[in-house]
Nanobody, 121 residues
């Protein structure tokens, strides 16, 4: 069974940095893309950053120039380096992995449980 786990969230002051990590484990045939979403209290979930197997990246306008998504050293791992954090970055951050479990299977999205990031002024 596929398991997606996020880590690295916590408390930070404005201007500080955090790094989030997401690991997808289990029986995986192909990784199409991995990315990060966030949902602040009272707001809709939004895309933060995505990284696909072709090396393309996309970022929300609010994090461009501050956040960077990259592949980690371990298999099926993606990192999100968050620099110059702002209070508006406070949210639950969720990792999404778009995977095919077996050859010929359709691609499905698998989600982690989330990690909380809280940024104080």
């Amino acid at each position: 069974q596929v398991h997606v786990v996020e880590s690295g969230g916590g408390l930070a002051q404005a201007g500080e940095s955090l790094r989030l990590s997401c690991v997808a484990s289990g029986r995986i045939f192909r990784v199409v893309a991995m990315g990060w979403y966030r949902q602040a209290q009272g707001k809709e979930r939004e895309l933060v950053a995505v990284f696909n197997s072709g090396g393309d990246t996309n970022y929300a306008d609010s994090v461009k120039g501050r956040f960077a998504i990259s592949r980690g050293g371990a298999s099926n791992t993606v990192l999100l380096q968050m620099n110059n954090l702002k209070p508006d970055d406070t949210a639950a951050y969720y990792c999404s992995a778009r995977l095919a479990i077996r050859n010929g299977d359709p691609v499905d999205a698998y989600w982690g449980q989330g990690t909380q990031v809280t940024v104080s002024s």
